[in-house]
């Protein structure tokens, strides 16, 4: 019986070389995982394209449109920004009002979230319950805090004026004078949130070498100093993040607070730009008004945190060596 021998070149006809072929299996696993990414960011991307570029964009339009909803739309250009940056005298009282509202909350918190940091920044027993119950106020819904405080502040029964009045001290109407109304709603917000500034600082305490601070003991720093040229300095990153989210949230101006506490009374002594804007949209159905102080707020916040990492971020402080 004869015995065939393969033609060695028409194996390699049929089959490709050694190389060729893992090169082709690299670039199907580099297809496949191009693929499986493409998979994991569509969800995130298509959010962000319908509800953020477009709901944006439509905003943009609608901005030049007078429209109630219930009556077809006219456009009108540049009418609603013209009326409310030189005509609307309650926008510049809401506009006010949430600068002043930006400062009694972002600087306060901020000192007293670092202060709270360094104090639960020790290794004693039952320290992570102090942590607990400071961070606790920031998951309650503010809904259910502004509706305590609100309790808190009343003239008669309210636990403010009760204790006002042990040390012979009048209670005052805090939600319906002008003058206590906005500070009183900031005073809120700063007890609210102050385990989220604690927790960032906290963050940023726990990262710092310890070994910094027994240089800095072992060449006679106490304390104070041992604050001033090796913690602050090295909590700048953390400043800066906190700094500028928080112009960010409270350049916007307080809602929910406002709506439940003082539905932005006295007057308009505590009138926001959300609190604002909500009115004009779902109370006056000014949509084309509403969408034009959207864009001013939103023109407001972008040229804020621009100045912000212009000025402060060549200063933020990165080395731990």
């Known amino acids: 019986m004869s015995t065939s021998v393969a033609d060695p070149s028409a194996r390699s006809w049929h089959q490709p070389p050694e190389g060729q072929r893992k090169r082709s299996r690299l670039s199907k696993n580099k297809t496949r995982e191009a693929l499986a990414g493409y998979l994991f960011v569509a969800p995130g991307l298509l959010h962000f394209l319908v509800f953020t570029v477009y709901l944006l964009a439509m905003a943009l339009v609608m901005s030049t449109w007078v429209w109630d909803l219930l009556t077809p739309h006219q456009f009108r250009g540049l009418y609603n920004y013209k009326t409310l940056l030189f005509e609307d005298k309650v ?3 809401a506009f006010k009002n949430t600068l002043i509202y930006a400062a009694m909350t972002i600087v306060p918190g901020m000192a007293l979230g670092l202060i709270f940091a360094l104090a639960v920044n020790q290794k004693i027993k039952g320290i992570a319950v102090f942590r607990a119950a400071y961070f606790l106020p920031v998951v309650v819904p503010t ?15 309210g636990l403010i004026n009760q204790l006002l009045g042990l040390v012979g001290i009048e209670g005052l109407d805090w939600l319906n004078t002008s003058f206590t109304a906005l500070p009183a709603i900031a005073a809120m917000a700063v007890w609210q949130n102050l385990g989220w ?3 960032f600082y906290l963050v940023g305490l726990q990262a710092i ?11 006679g720093a106490g304390r104070w100093m041992r604050f001033v040229h090796v913690t602050w300095p090295l909590l700048t990153p953390i400043t800066f993040f906190v700094l500028v989210t928080s112009t960010i949230d409270n350049l916007q101006g307080a809602f929910d607070q406002v709506y439940v506490m003082t539905q932005g009374g006295p007057g308009y002594s505590s009138y926001t730009n959300s609190f604002y804007l909500y009115k004009q949209a779902f109370t006056y159905f000014h949509y084309g008004y509403a969408a034009a102080y959207g864009w001013v707020i939103l023109t407001v916040i972008a040229i804020a945190t621009f100045l912000q990492f212009k000025f402060l971020a060549k200063r933020i402080n990165y080395d731990f060596g």
């Open 91 to 93: 926008f510049r009282t």
């Open 143 to 157: 809904l259910a805090v502004a509706i305590v405080f609100r309790w808190l502040y009343n003239p008669d029964v």
């Open 197 to 199: 500034y604690m927790t």
């Open 209 to 219: 070498p310890r070994q910094l601070y027994e240089v800095a003991e072992l060449d």
